[in-house]
């Protein structure tokens, strides 16, 4: 039997983009599994005059479920309340208190709240600052605050932000979301390294010869132009999905599985990343901007984006984790738009046996590789020499698959990322969020590859890959130099 979450949740952005495509399906899946039930309600806030019965349309709308046979679209929408709101106005806070707290009486919610910041983050500060001067968090409950992306822009803009929330949330109730850490095949890398002697045995500068993470987009930066071209891959990509991933791949074992441990074994993972000198980052970072494809714009071409922009969207990097197991295994990264296909996976490239007792010939003996794809199919695969079948002693590789792709049939009932972490959330399971020292961390590694590539913006000639590719020839040479390749 599953236990029923009793919760109030307020959604500050409650008309936007992600509350209808992401969140209110979320919560209505929650709702369906049973985790969200009687005891729970949803306030959306946002300036637009909507009424209650204009927002609940909305929200069936939203969970797909327009035709509701059932009622239960019905059932689920009747929990939400709409209140319009300017986030910069102190009065309309009193006005949300009265709502939250008849609401927490209507439906005995006992007082636990979940604030979800899903807005601008330039609004984030005096939200959070607002909700405690004006008595929202409550003293019987829980309270527990979500923040969206991009969190900061660089290093000293994400303290400020740290700083500002912290003002009304200690850590514990800060939840920074990033959905990659939803999905189902990142959340397996810990139980891949952990779970099995012969990953925790070979986890390291021994047998590992380099690990390569790659989160390549087929798409372009869409209706993104505006944002995209003041953030870039760096920001948008590296900063956050991959070194979380990165931080995954790397971590020593936490001392057990609890959130505390986890967030202390990937802080430190992060803390070990070798910053680099300016003048290392050249050797060690490629961008690149994609040029016009035959039926597609270039990047420069595209709506809201700076006819002369020197934004990157390709980025690849050789990162070093100088712990004592990771130190001296290059980890590349790579992630890119206008890309060959959409593709997030990490292929670990074990080192070659010492001696090669079948002697030199055609037939050479290949790197065992572990490929952990995340997206579009989770699958396990690890690449191995084996023996072919027959008389001869020829070797060739081949691969063990272990396929979590569930027939379409049956996908209802695997949980998407957004929902799996608001579970998290409402539950107060806080590993799969980022820690405020995580953020540190990777902002430092970050602004020092962009403050180098800031000073050195004339030398570079944008665009420099072309649409379909895997970005410009550049990232293939930063692997080559070191003898090795892309696996993918
Ligand atoms: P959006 O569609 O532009 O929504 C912004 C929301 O903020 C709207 O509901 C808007 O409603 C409200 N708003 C703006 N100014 C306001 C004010 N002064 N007072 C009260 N409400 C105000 O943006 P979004 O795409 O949903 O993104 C929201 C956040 O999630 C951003 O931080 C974004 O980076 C992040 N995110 C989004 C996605 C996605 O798939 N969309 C994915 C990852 C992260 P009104 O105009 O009615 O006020």
Not at 161 to 184: M, S, T
Not at 207 to 228: A, D
Request: aromatic share 10%.
């Amino acid at each position: 039997m599953r236990k029923e979450e009793k919760a109030l949740i307020v959604i500050f952005g409650g008309t936007g983009d992600l509350a209808q495509r992401k969140l209110y399906p979320s919560l209505f899946n929650l709702y369906k599994r049973g985790f969200l039930k009687d005891n729970f309600a949803v306030i959306g806030t946002a300036r637009r005059p909507w009424s209650d019965d204009y927002y609940r349309e909305i929200i069936i709308n939203a969970v797909g479920d327009a035709e509701d046979i059932n009622g239960q679209a019905t059932d689920f929408a009747s929990h939400f309340y709409y209140q319009s709101h300017n986030v910069n106005d102190t009065e309309h806070y009193a006005t949300l208190k009265q709502l939250a707290d008849k609401l927490d009486d209507k439906y005995q919610i006992g007082g636990n709240r979940v604030f979800y910041l899903a807005m601008s983050p330039s609004f984030f500060g005096t939200i959070a600052a607002h909700l405690k001067s004006q008595n929202l968090k409550t003293t019987t409950g829980y309270n527990r605050v979500i923040v969206e992306k991009p969190f900061g822009h660089d290093y000293e803009s994400a303290m400020v932000l740290n700083e500002e929330i912290a003002q009304a949330f200690p850590e514990e109730e800060v939840y920074r979301i990033d959905h990659y850490l939803g999905k189902e095949m990142v959340q397996n890398i810990p139980a891949i390294r952990f779970g099995n002697n012969i990953f925790n045995a070979l986890w390291n500068n021994r047998y590992i010869s380099n690990i390569q993470v790659t989160l390549s987009e087929s798409l372009g930066v869409e209706e993104r132009g505006g944002y995209y071209d003041t953030a870039g891959a760096l920001r948008d990509m590296i900063q956050n999905h991959t070194l979380q991933i990165v931080s995954l791949l790397t971590m020593s074992a936490p001392v057990s599985f609890t959130d505390t441990d986890i967030r202390n074994a990937k802080i430190n993972a992060l803390k070990s990343l070798r910053v680099y000198k300016p003048e290392e980052v050249a050797q060690n970072f490629v961008r690149g901007q994609y040029g016009p494809g035959s039926d597609k714009p270039g990047y420069r071409q595209e709506d809201m984006v700076d006819a002369d922009s020197m934004t990157e969207t390709f980025v690849a990097g050789k990162l070093e984790v100088n712990t004592m197991d990771m130190a001296g295994v290059p980890i590349y990264v790579r992630t890119g738009k206008r890309m060959r296909e959409k593709a997030t996976r990490v292929d670990v490239v074990f080192k070659q046996v010492p001696n090669n007792v079948f002697g030199e010939g055609d037939n050479t003996l290949r790197h065992d590789v572990l490929h952990i794809m995340i997206d579009p199919e989770p699958k396990l695969s690890l690449q191995l020499n084996s023996k072919t079948i027959g008389h001869s002693y020829e070797y060739d590789t081949n691969s063990l698959n272990l396929n979590y792709s569930v027939p379409a049939e049956q996908r209802a009932n695997i949980p998407e990322a957004y929902e799996k972490l608001i579970l998290d959330v409402l539950q107060g399971k806080a590993s799969n969020f980022a820690s405020s020292k995580e953020l540190e961390y990777s902002w430092k590694f970050i602004d020092s590859v962009r403050q180098a590539w800031d000073k050195n913006i004339d030398d570079m000639i944008f665009p420099n890959y072309s649409c379909g590719s895997m970005g410009p020839k550049a990232a293939d040479a930063l692997l080559e130099k070191d003898g090795n390749h892309w696996e993918f």
